[in-house]
T-cell receptor, first 117, second 113 residues
Framework: GAVVSQHPSWVICKSGTSVKIECRSL??????MFWYRQFPKQSLMLMAT?????????EQGVEKDKFLINHASLTLSTLTVTSAHPEDSSFYIC?????????????FGPGTRLLVL | AQSVTQLDSHVSVSEGTPVLLRCNYS??????LFWYVQHPNKGLQLLLK??????LVKGINGFEAEFKKSETSFHLTKPSAHMSDAAEYFC???????????FGSGTKLNVKP
């Protein structure tokens, strides 16, 4: 139980284009979803927290206009990297929590590796 | 303020020998603590969690951790390392009803044959 999926697992795009990453909770209702970024050989950095049906709360230093987060349902959150640039290349990981099955921790997706050329 | 310190960035053990990954935390509140494992290019998998119940917590794959409030520690142990344990391990302290996770810097475990 408590499985979180991400799609795609890999994406390569050209500079200036937008990329959408999906995060789904497969067997529980995720009242809260989180988006993290991980640079090589570093720990995870929280980018934003989103509650279903509400606007996301962004961490200090994260550009909300560049990283658009939508949490339209209890099982789906999306992160859109707008006008991507090479410095946005990174490993993006989502997590989710909620309900009886997954209330007392965050369950993480497998991550999406983004490469911007 | 809350923080997590993983004392070793790299740990190397031989297969079949014990594993000790150290974690110290600071928290103004009663924390919940977690250990996650990350294999290369993968997401994080929950190993175990402490949420104010028993101080000795058993997790998956033979791992366990002991919460010691007096030492503000939550070290991860395993009696006998397996090659498949080679990965990066993150200690995490959680606040605000599990909505805020503070990650340690990670410990990379290498298991030698």
């Amino acid at each position: 139980g408590a499985v979180v999926s991400q799609h795609p697992s890999w994406v390569i795009c050209k500079s200036g284009t937008s990329v959408k990453i999906e995060c789904r909770s497969l067997d529980f209702q995720a009242t809260t979803m989180f988006w993290y970024r991980q640079f090589p050989k570093q720990s995870l950095m929280l980018m934003a927290t989103s509650n279903e049906g509400s606007k996301a709360t962004y961490e200090q230093g994260v550009e909300k206009d560049k990283f658009l987060i939508n949490h339209a349902s209890l099982t789906l959150s999306t992160l859109t990297v707008t006008s991507a640039h090479p410095e946005d290349s990174s490993f993006y990981i989502c997590s989710a929590r909620g309900g009886r099955l997954a209330g007392e921790t965050q369950y993480f997706g497998p991550g999406t590796r983004l490469l911007v050329l | 303020a809350q923080s997590v310190t993983q004392l070793d960035s790299h740990v190397s053990v031989s297969e079949g020998t014990p594993v000790l990954l150290r974690c110290n935390y600071s928290s103004s509140y009663s924390p919940s603590l977690f250990w996650y494992v990350q294999h290369p290019n993968k997401g994080l998998q929950l190993l175990l969690k402490y949420t104010s119940a028993a101080t000795l917590v058993k997790g998956i794959n033979g791992f366990e951790a002991e919460f010691k409030k007096s030492e503000t520690s939550f070290h991860l142990t395993k009696p006998s390392a397996h090659m498949s344990d080679a990965a990066e391990y993150f200690c995490v302290v959680s606040l605000y009803n599990f909505n805020k996770f503070y990650f340690g810097s990670g410990t990379k475990l290498n298991v030698k044959p």
